[in-house]
């Protein structure tokens, strides 16, 4: 898994990933799963509404901050992070992207970030590294590409060539890798092909979709976990969604 995916943000993942995109609990939710991590996230978060250390919180906050809108909208923790995101300057494709999706799921979506993202989009032409102008990688763009395609009345043009660069980086067992010619990664995988179901009625990517949920499928084990893990299964299940 690339180093940029350190446990903390894994265990932020885990926790917006028990629900499908677009999907909201109900109020009041007894889940225990949905409890104890946002009582964790609201532990770990700074006196200034941020998470992480200095050099990463941006895409800490942004991570956790969508988990907590998701779960908790109205609560301060929520609004505390997601007030510094837009009061912080986000630098790098994966806090820029993140930050879309938690201000979009938390009804404050700054169309200057959504243009940010999608100028990143059309100046590379293809993909995108972890920053702008940067050899591009299929984690950076999938990211890119989930969080614009969730945005209402997002230009579904601004996305064609990332869109390009993800079908022609599918190896041939339907999966996907950090880096081109690696085996197949199930994380990886599973957020690619969230990002593409969620372009499907703008690009054809039927043949790329059944063939990576055929890869995610054949990884699900008897008890019906992928690799006994909370997180790849989870995100295995929304890749489903």
Known sequence: MKSHCIPFVLALMAVSSLLAPGILPLAGTTDPAIQNG?????????????????????????AAAEALASFEPTAGSTSQALLWLK??????TDPLAR?????NSGGQLQADLVARLESYLAEAATGLGS???????VFDTSLAVRALSRVP????????Y???????????DGGWAYAQGAPSDLFVTAIL?????????????????????????????????VQDSPLLTAETIRAFA
Not at 49 to 60: K, N
Not at 131 to 137: A, E, I, L, N, T
Request: cysteine-free; charged content about 15%; aromatic content about 6%.
């Open 193 to 225: 092909t969230q990002a593409l179901a969620g372009v499907r009625n703008s690009y054809d990517v039927s043949a790329a979709l059944s063939s990576a949920l055929a890869f995610l499928s054949a990884s699900v084990q008897s008890n019906g976990s």
């Open 162 to 172: 990332a869109v390009g660069f993800l079908k022609n980086s599918q190896n041939s």
């Open 38 to 62: 946002t009582a964790y996230l609201r532990v770990r978060q700074n006196a200034d509404g941020s998470f992480g250390a200095d050099g990463l919180a941006a895409r800490d906050t942004a």
């Open 87 to 92: 009061s912080h300057e986000l630098e790098g």
């Open 131 to 137: 920053f702008s102008g940067q050899q591009p990688d």
């Open 153 to 160: 009345g997002n230009d579904p043009g601004a996305l064609a």
């Open 99 to 103: 930050a879309v999706e938690a201000l």
